[in-house]
T-cell receptor, first 115, second 110 residues
Framework: KAGVTQTPRYLIKTRGQQVTLSCSPISGHRSVSWYQQTPGQGLQFLFEYFSETQRNKGNFPGRFSGRQFSNSRSEMNVSTLELGDSALYLCASSLVAESSYNEQFFGPGTRLTVL | DAKTTQPNSMESNEEEPVHLPCNHS???????IHWYRQLPSQGPEYVIHGLTSNVNNRMASLAIAEDRKSSTLILHRATLRDAAVYYC???????????FGAGTRLTVKP
């Protein structure tokens, strides 16, 4: 069974640009969550999508947005990039969203560098 | 949100047991205790979870205090491949929002 895949793996952008990251969950998984990881703030929850609807949202500005498609694939978008957005962006999928004990499977992440 | 407190770092010798503590004094009755670990240059991976009773799986054991205000992840025989950052997380019922703390960086010495 293929794991969670994220594309691209590495990305370099300049301030003010926007970026779209993609995540393909494990087949059959309907929940996709996004996290940002930086050396200073650690792993921070961005948002979660289930059945094309955003279910939970972390404490990030509106420049960070996402969506989920009918095949459960998800994208996240960051507009008007700032230097502080440089981070590893991780996507995680899980089978069922309604249980608190569902294991989340993480992808390898997309390393975004903002110059 | 209920928070967790872990030591910043721990060291262990290879093939010895490791006990990684976690304090979660504000845990609510419906919070599950989850442990994930992140190996270098990888995304986090699930280790184990529990609610009230101690749990065992092929990777580790989880010992939960009777008052649930603390828990301990036990690696029975540490290997070099267990060197990672270990995160103790409380997951609210019906919620996939996982709030990671700083975690414990485990170093395993040969």
């Amino acid at each position: 069974k293929a794991g969670v895949t994220q594309t691209p793996r590495y990305l370099i952008k300049t301030r003010g640009q926007q970026v779209t990251l993609s995540c393909s969950p494990i087949s059959g998984h309907r929940s996709v969550s996004w996290y940002q990881q930086t050396p200073g703030q650690g792993l921070q929850f961005l948002f979660e999508y289930f059945s094309e609807t955003q279910r939970n949202k972390g404490n990030f500005p509106g420049r960070f947005s996402g969506r989920q498609f009918s095949n459960s694939r998800s994208e996240m978008n960051v507009s008007t990039l700032e230097l502080g957005d440089s981070a590893l962006y991780l996507c995680a999928s899980s089978l069922v969203a309604e249980s608190s004990y569902n294991e989340q499977f993480f992808g390898p992440g997309t390393r975004l560098t903002v110059l | 949100d209920a928070k967790t407190t872990q030591p910043n770092s721990m060291e262990s010798n290879e093939e010895e047991p490791v006990h990684l503590p976690c304090n979660h004094s504000t845990i609510s009755g419906t919070d599950y205790i989850h442990w994930y670990r992140q190996l270098p240059s990888q995304g986090p991976e699930y280790v184990i979870h529990g609610l009230t009773s101690n749990v065992n799986n092929r990777m580790a054991s989880l010992a939960i205090a009777e008052d649930r205000k603390s828990s301990t992840l036990i690696l029975h025989r540490a290997t070099l491949r267990d060197a990672a950052v270990y995160y103790c997380i409380l997951r609210r019922t019906n919620n996939n929002d996982m709030r990671f703390g700083a975690g414990t960086r485990l170093t395993v010495k040969p």
